[in-house]
């Protein structure tokens, strides 16, 4: 089966293994930083906005979207038209989201955010997950992707879905983003301690992140086997 997806995406087994890995690992050595007293500043520094990993996440998204636009408008095969449709709404999506990390370019210009939407924006900033209403519930919609990733792979399972279906390789992350969401779901109702909130918290945005290499990945693989199958 290993083999038959290697093929079916035209990667090798090394890459497969380190893009399942990938997640876990990072989790894990994440996860450690905020064992130790001597790096646990370093860990909570990363996290911070404006730090590397949102950077990061901000990159990906951008990065991801531009690609998959790019790769369907270049892509030398016929596709029926719910497939395009699909592949460039999620794309488009991908570099909303990738401007809503960094405010619309607020970060870098440090341009004031109209008043009347400051009045509406819990942060105060020109964001829309920000927004009254949307402002705190942001591991709904992180929670719905990673089920949404795990239905994805499902899809696989159907041959005329095949075509925008997840790879199963890519399981492990759906699972770190769901699981992590689905706890910081439930800490907003039953706290168990203020650190505890506080690091569910902070650690979203490393969720974030993974959300952003999974995207990219998805759409990565997903062309390498549309153009394999031309």
């Given amino acids: 089966m290993q083999k038959l997806f290697s093929q079916s995406y035209s990667v090798s087994k090394k890459v497969l293994l380190t893009i399942f890995v990938t997640p876990i690992i990072s989790t894990i050595i994440l996860g450690s930083l905020f064992v130790l007293p001597s790096t646990e500043n370093f860990g909570f520094w990363l996290l911070e906005e404006n730090a590397p990993i949102e950077i990061l996440t901000f990159i990906l998204f951008m990065y991801a979207g531009i690609f998959g636009v790019y790769n369907l408008r270049n892509l030398n095969k016929p596709l029926e038209k719910y497939v395009k449709f699909?592949?460039?709404i999620f794309s488009l999506?991908?570099?909303l989201i990738a401007m809503e990390e960094i405010s619309w370019?607020?970060?870098f210009f440090h341009f004031e955010t109209p008043t009347e939407w400051a009045k509406m924006n819990g942060q105060?900033?020109?964001t829309l997950?920000?927004?009254n209403g949307l402002q705190g519930n942001s591991e709904i919609l992180r929670m719905v992707f990673g089920l949404a990733g795990i239905f994805g792979i499902i899809l696989g399972c159907f041959k005329q879905f095949k075509i925008i279906s997840a790879p199963t390789i890519l399981v492990s992350w759906f699972i770190i983003i769901f699981c992590h969401a689905a706890i910081d779901f439930i800490q907003d109702k039953i706290s168990i301690s203020e650190q505890y909130d506080f690091a569910i918290v902070k650690t979203s945005e490393f969720i974030e992140l993974l959300i952003a290499g999974s995207s990219f990945l998805y759409l990565w693989l997903n062309f390498r086997m549309?153009?394999?199958?031309?």
């Fill in 226 to 230: 549309l153009k394999r199958n031309k």
């Fill in 105 to 107: 370019g607020q970060w």
């Fill in 124 to 126: 105060g900033e020109t």
């Fill in 86 to 88: 699909f592949y460039i």
């Fill in 93 to 95: 999506f991908l570099i």
């Fill in 129 to 131: 997950h920000n927004l």
